[in-house]
C-alpha cells in the first residue's frame, strides 16, 4: 500500500492574523500573491501537490477562507476554539483525519512559498521511519512538519498558543536538510506579499 495514501495533509488556516492587521479588517490569507493567488490558495496547492487528502481548518467567521478552499477540495472543518491557538487547531484537525490517517503533514495557511519537494523529502522521511521529521535550510528549522503514527496521542493532548512546539522540543526530530527558503517564510505584514 502506498504509504502516502495514509497521511493526511493538514493546512492550519485559522489564525486571525493580527500582525499583518491589526485592526482585523483584511484577512491575510485572503490576499493576493505576485502571481494573483490567494495566500490560503498558494498554501493548500503545495499540499495537494503531494497528497490527496488536505483537512483544512478554519475559524468561525473566516471572511471566505473556507469557500476559497472548499473550492480547491480542501475537506475543510471549522474551530470553534481556533482563538484559544493553534493547538486547538491542530488538535481538531488531527481528530477530523481519524480514522484513516496514520500519519500526518501539518502545513500553515500563512505559508505559501513551501516547496513541493520539501513536502515530498518529509514523507520520504516518514517512510524511513522518522516519528517526526521538519525541514532545515541555512541551518534553521521551518515549517511545515510531519508526524508518525506513534505521536497520535501527544499530538490529541496538545494545549496553548504554540501548536506542537512543546512536542518538537521533547521527541526526537529527524531534521530533513532542504534548498528551501520558503520553509522561514510566512506571511505576516503586507510587505511579505511582494
Given at each position: 500500500m502506498n504509504?502516502?495514501a495514509?497521511?493526511?495533509?493538514?493546512l492550519?488556516a485559522?489564525g486571525?492574523?493580527?500582525?499583518f492587521?491589526p485592526?482585523?479588517t483584511?484577512?491575510?490569507l485572503l490576499?493576493?500573491?505576485p502571481s494573483?493567488?490567494?495566500?490560503?490558495?498558494?498554501s493548500?496547492?503545495?499540499l495537494?501537490a503531494?497528497l490527496?487528502?488536505?483537512?483544512a481548518v478554519?475559524?468561525?467567521e473566516?471572511?471566505?477562507?473556507?469557500?476559497a478552499?472548499?473550492?480547491l477540495g480542501?475537506e475543510?472543518?471549522?474551530c470553534a476554539?481556533?482563538?484559544?491557538g493553534?493547538?486547538?487547531s491542530?488538535?481538531?484537525a488531527?481528530?477530523?483525519s481519524?480514522?484513516?490517517?496514520?500519519a500526518?503533514?501539518?502545513?500553515?495557511?500563512?505559508m505559501p512559498?513551501?516547496a513541493?519537494?520539501?513536502?515530498?523529502?518529509?514523507?520520504?522521511a516518514?517512510e524511513?521511519?522518522?516519528?517526526?521529521a521538519?525541514?532545515?535550510f541555512?541551518?534553521?528549522?521551518?515549517n511545515?512538519v510531519a508526524f508518525?503514527?506513534?505521536h497520535?496521542?501527544a499530538?490529541?493532548?496538545?494545549e496553548?498558543?504554540?501548536?506542537?512546539?512543546?512536542l518538537?522540543?521533547?521527541a526526537?526530530?529527524t531534521?530533513v536538510?532542504?534548498?528551501?527558503p520558503?520553509i522561514?517564510r510566512?506571511i505576516?505584514?503586507p510587505?511579505?506579499l511582494?
Open positions: 504509504a502516502v495514509n497521511v493526511a495533509g493538514i492550519l485559522a486571525r492574523g493580527r500582525r492587521d485592526r482585523g483584511r484577512n491575510k490576499q493576493p500573491l494573483g493567488e490567494l495566500v490560503v490558495a498558494a493548500a496547492r503545495n495537494f503531494v490527496p487528502r488536505v483537512i478554519v475559524p468561525p473566516d471572511g471566505g477562507v473556507a469557500a478552499l472548499r473550492a480542501c475543510v472543518t471549522l476554539d481556533a482563538d484559544s493553534m493547538a486547538a491542530l488538535v481538531h488531527i481528530g477530523c481519524l480514522p484513516q490517517a496514520a500526518w503533514l501539518v502545513a500553515l495557511g500563512d512559498y513551501v513541493p519537494s520539501t513536502l515530498h523529502a518529509l514523507l520520504a516518514l524511513e521511519g522518522a516519528d517526526i521538519a525541514p532545515v541555512d541551518g534553521r528549522r521551518g511545515p508518525g503514527l506513534r497520535l496521542p499530538l490529541l493532548a496538545l496553548g498558543e504554540y501548536g506542537a512546539r512543546a518538537l522540543k521533547s526526537p526530530v531534521e536538510a532542504v534548498d528551501d520558503g522561514l510566512d505576516d505584514t510587505a511579505d511582494a
